[in-house]
């Protein structure tokens, strides 16, 4: 069984900055890409950012510049650093991991179950 539990959402004004993390756990042999997607009220989930086990990223257009993603992969987790926040930012954000292979070799996709982010003055 893998889980996936994201920390670190909360309430902050426009311009300040939040620190999102995402660990992921259980029997684990590898892991694959990782990323955080956010949906906000009556909107579809989108992508935010994404960080493959080599380290190579990729960013949503609204957010470059002032997101940073990064993960280790020792530890099996993945961070988002997000400064200059906007109320266009307030979402649930979710942690996902793909290929994540299970030590007996069990390979599956993971979402976390979302943490709250609310930017508002």
């Known amino acids: 069984q893998v889980q996936l539990v994201e920390s670190g959402g909360g309430l902050v004004q426009p311009g300040e900055s939040l620190r999102l993390s995402c660990a992921a756990s259980?029997?684990?042999?590898?892991?694959?890409?990782m990323g955080w997607y956010r949906q906000a009220p009556g909107k579809q989930r989108e992508l935010v950012a994404t960080?493959?086990?080599?380290?190579?990223?990729n960013y949503a257009d609204s957010v470059k510049g002032r997101f940073t993603i990064s993960r280790d992969n020792a530890k099996n987790t993945v961070c988002l650093q997000m400064n200059s926040l906007k109320p266009g930012a307030t979402a649930v954000y979710y942690c996902?991991?793909?290929?994540?292979?299970?030590?007996?070799?069990?390979?599956?996709?993971?979402w976390g179950q979302g943490t709250q982010v609310i930017v508002s003055s």
């Open positions: 259980g029997s684990i042999f590898s892991v694959g890409p």
């Open positions: 960080i493959t086990n080599g380290g190579s990223t």
């Open positions: 996902r991991a793909d290929s994540v292979t299970t030590v007996a070799r069990i390979q599956l996709n993971y």
